[in-house]
């Protein structure tokens, strides 16, 4: 099965500054995902970065706070902006192969806010 | 409600015993039924994926799908320590968005 790296695997951030977390796949892939779960809660969806044109945001995130870029079929990169305690979480990236096909994810990036 | 609910638990049983995970949904428009492990640590690891109603089998793990009750469940036999982790229902509509609708996921710890 493919190989889903995510980069940086954990950091901890200052107040107002901003992280850029990587997915790297190691072959193409149709869809990108990038979900938030926080502590006792479930995983929710952010966007789908879509290649090539801007990401679709569902309900209650937006571009200035959560931008994304998708550059190939294979890379992707979320930014989480303006960073506030309330951004601790983790962060998950997950690909598929197809229209119905089942998502896989990685391992995740833990953000912790000082 | 939510549209979907999961009972947390946490959950502790011995080795060798039968687990019962269960999820119910309340949107009648989801079709595609998904668990998933995760350790601690590390991301959701696909188990089970199935469509409609119905059983699937893989191994030691049965899915199974009651659209009109809207109740899934996942059962592992003869659990192993190695099964200790939580579980994660998720679910989705067929066609237009890819999104995922997950539970809040039920901590399993197999006691040896």
């Known amino acids: 099965s493919a190989v889903i790296s995510q980069k940086p695997s954990r950091d901890i951030c200052q107040r107002g500054t901003s992280l850029t977390i990587q997915c790297q796949v190691d072959?193409?892939?149709?869809?990108m995902f990038w979900y938030r779960q926080q502590p006792g809660q479930s995983l929710t969806l952010i966007a789908t970065a879509n290649q090539g044109s801007e990401a679709t945001y569902e309900s209650g995130f937006v571009i200035d706070k959560f931008p994304i870029s998708r550059p190939n079929l294979t890379f992707s990169t979320l930014t989480v902006s303006n960073l506030s305690p309330e951004d601790s979480s983790i962060y998950l990236c997950?690909?598929?192969?197809?229209?119905?096909?089942?998502?896989?994810f990685g391992d995740g990036t833990r953000l912790s806010i000082l | 409600q939510k549209e979907v609910e999961q009972d947390p638990g946490p959950l502790s049983v011995p080795e060798g015993a039968i687990v019962s995970l269960n999820c119910t949904y309340s949107n009648s428009a989801f079709q595609y039924f998904m668990w998933y492990r995760q350790y601690s640590r590390k991301g959701p690891e696909l188990l089970m994926y199935?469509?409609?109603?119905g059983n699937k089998e893989d191994g030691r793990f049965t899915a199974q799908v009651d659209k009109s009750s809207k109740y899934i469940s996942l059962f592992i036999r003869d659990s192993q320590p190695s099964d200790s982790a939580t579980y994660l229902c998720?679910?989705?509509?067929?066609?237009?968005?890819?999104?995922?609708?997950f539970g809040k996921g039920t901590k399993l710890t197999v006691n040896p």
């Open positions: 199935t469509y409609s109603s």
């Open positions: 997950s690909v598929a192969w197809g229209g119905n096909q089942p998502q896989h």
């Open positions: 998720a679910m989705r509509s067929e066609g237009g968005s890819e999104k995922l609708v």
């Open positions: 072959s193409q892939v149709t869809m």
